[in-house]
């Protein structure tokens, strides 16, 4: 039973540039959830998508946007990349509808911005 | 407004019991998560309580909820040294009849041989 998986483990980018990360979520799984996690910070909210939609947005500009796939998995983009971008993007997954709504995290994408 | 704190660092000795605090603000968050993080990978769900249970305990974790005060904590007995990590708390808050997730900045567990 796969797990959540993020590709790329690792991307540098510079100032300016676009830059586009996946996930596939856990078998059975039908929503994902994309979570920035700055250096010494707990993981912020970015958005969730189920059902090929964004349901939920944290506080991020519109310059991160999403997509869900039929087979349930994601892309995170963002554009006009700041140094501030620069952080570990987690993906987790759930099941929509599920009391516990626990979520799973994939081993994320460490983006560094120059 | 949403917040969870937790305090930044704790020291153990292995053998001995951690304590890791939380507080939370959305009253009504009607789950409450503990994920632990090691160096470079993702986040681990380790255990959860719902609002409505006062303690939960599962093999060396006991979740202890006091939803008068907002406050959740994390005991690991006979912590060992494969324990040391950071630990995050999180809420789960409805918002427009969905769930958001609100995490903590994270308390990291050093445990000493």
């Known amino acids: 039973d796969a797990g959540v998986t993020q590709s790329p483990t690792h991307l540098i980018k510079t100032r300016g540039q676009q830059v586009t990360l996946r996930c596939s979520p856990k078998?059975?799984?039908?929503?994902v959830s994309w979570y920035q996690q700055a250096l010494g910070q707990g993981p912020q909210f970015i958005f969730q998508y189920y059902e090929e939609e964004e349901r939920q947005r944290g506080n991020f500009p519109d310059r991160f946007s999403g997509h869900q796939f039929p087979n349930y998995s994601s892309e995170l983009n963002v554009n006009a990349l700041l140094l501030g971008d620069s952080a570990l993007y987690l993906c987790?997954?759930?099941?929509?509808?599920?009391?516990?709504?626990?979520?799973?995290f994939g081993p994320g994408t460490r983006l560094t911005v120059l | 407004g949403e917040d969870v704190e937790q305090s930044l660092f704790l020291s153990v000795r292995e053998g001995d019991s951690s304590v890791i605090n939380c507080t939370y603000t959305d009253s009504s968050s009607t789950y409450l998560y503990w994920y632990k993080q090691e160096p470079g990978a993702g986040l681990q769900l380790l255990t959860y309580?719902?609002?409505?249970?006062d303690m939960k305990q599962d093999q060396r974790l006991t979740v202890l909820l006091n939803k008068k005060d907002k406050h959740l904590s994390l005991r690991i007995a006979d912590t060992q040294t494969g324990d040391s990590a950071i630990y995050f708390c999180?809420?789960?808050?409805?918002?427009?009849?969905?769930?958001?997730?609100?995490f903590g900045t994270g308390t990291r567990l050093k445990v000493l041989a």
């Open positions: 078998s059975g799984h039908d929503t």
């Open positions: 999180a809420e789960r808050a409805t918002v427009s009849g969905t769930y958001k997730y609100i």
């Open positions: 987790a997954s759930s099941l929509f509808g599920q009391s516990t709504d626990t979520q799973y």
């Open positions: 309580i719902f609002s409505n249970m």
